[in-house]
């Protein structure tokens, strides 16, 4: 089985402190995919995963956990699939449990079972949901296309420390054979 993967890069920039009203903001933004595609054939047409879209957070406060839905047109993940016609996939994501920061911070990073979507129409409105922890499949469309889009959740701690933090998101997509 071949595979074709792509990667997506998060990252957060310093926000700073609000020391006057007792808030200390760290911001989250997602930076420009880096992709990294490798082709996978079917009868010849190459495999392509393309990222389009990173997470983006915005700015969070330590302590409130921010959720950002796959479904959301603006800080949703969302990548890109061409390949043949009709090929059944397989989707799997290599998905980091935390960020790393300033100093040897960290901050942690949930995906859920609703977290993932697949839509052949390649519509962020036309989405079936999946778990993006586990392994999925999805068909490209008549025109050997299609989408998928992620959400997650950041959890930063009440202490935590501003500042830039990343992390790496690989999906990797295979050809089934079916």
Same mark, same amino acid.
């Given at each position: 089985?071949?595979?074709?993967?792509?990667?997506? &890069?998060?990252?957060?920039?310093?926000?700073?402190?609000?020391?006057? !009203?007792?808030?200390?903001? $760290? /911001?989250?933004?997602?930076?420009?995919?880096?992709?990294?595609?490798?082709?996978?054939?079917?009868? /010849?047409?190459?495999? &392509?995963?393309?990222?389009?879209?990173?997470?983006?957070?915005?700015?969070?406060?330590? /302590?409130?956990?921010?959720?950002? +839905?796959? *479904?959301?047109?603006?800080r949703g993940g969302a990548f890109e699939l &061409?390949?043949?016609?009709?090929?059944?996939? !397989? +989707?799997?994501?290599? +998905?980091?449990?935390?960020? $790393?920061?300033?100093?040897?911070?960290?901050?942690?990073?949930?995906?859920?079972? $609703?977290?993932g979507g697949f839509s052949a129409e390649a519509?962020?409105?036309?989405?079936?949901?999946?778990?993006?922890r586990a392994p999925a499949f999805g068909q490209?469309?008549?025109?050997?296309?299609?989408?998928?889009?992620?959400?997650?959740?950041?959890?930063?701690?009440?202490? !935590?420390?501003? /500042?830039? %933090? *990343?992390?790496?998101?690989?999906?990797?997509?295979? %050809?089934?054979?079916?």
């Amino acid at each position: 089985m071949q595979a074709a993967r792509a990667k997506a &890069r998060v990252a957060c920039a310093p926000f700073g402190s609000m020391q006057n !009203q007792g808030i200390l903001t $760290a /911001g989250v933004l997602a930076a420009a995919l880096m992709v990294s595609p490798l082709s996978a054939y079917a009868q /010849g047409r190459p495999l &392509r995963v393309t990222g389009t879209r990173g997470i983006s957070f915005g700015s969070v406060i330590p /302590g409130l956990p921010l959720h950002v +839905l796959k *479904s959301d047109p603006a800080r949703g993940g969302a990548f890109e699939l &061409r390949g043949e016609k009709f090929s059944v996939l !397989q +989707l799997v994501f290599a +998905l980091p449990a935390t960020m $790393a920061g300033p100093a040897g911070a960290t901050m942690p990073l949930t995906f859920d079972a $609703a977290d993932g979507g697949f839509s052949a129409e390649a519509s962020i409105t036309a989405q079936a949901t999946f778990d993006p922890r586990a392994p999925a499949f999805g068909q490209l469309s008549k025109i050997g296309q299609a989408s998928v889009f992620l959400g997650g959740t950041v959890r930063p701690a009440s202490t !935590q420390r501003a /500042g830039a %933090y *990343s992390a790496i998101i690989t999906l990797t997509v295979s %050809y089934t054979g079916t």
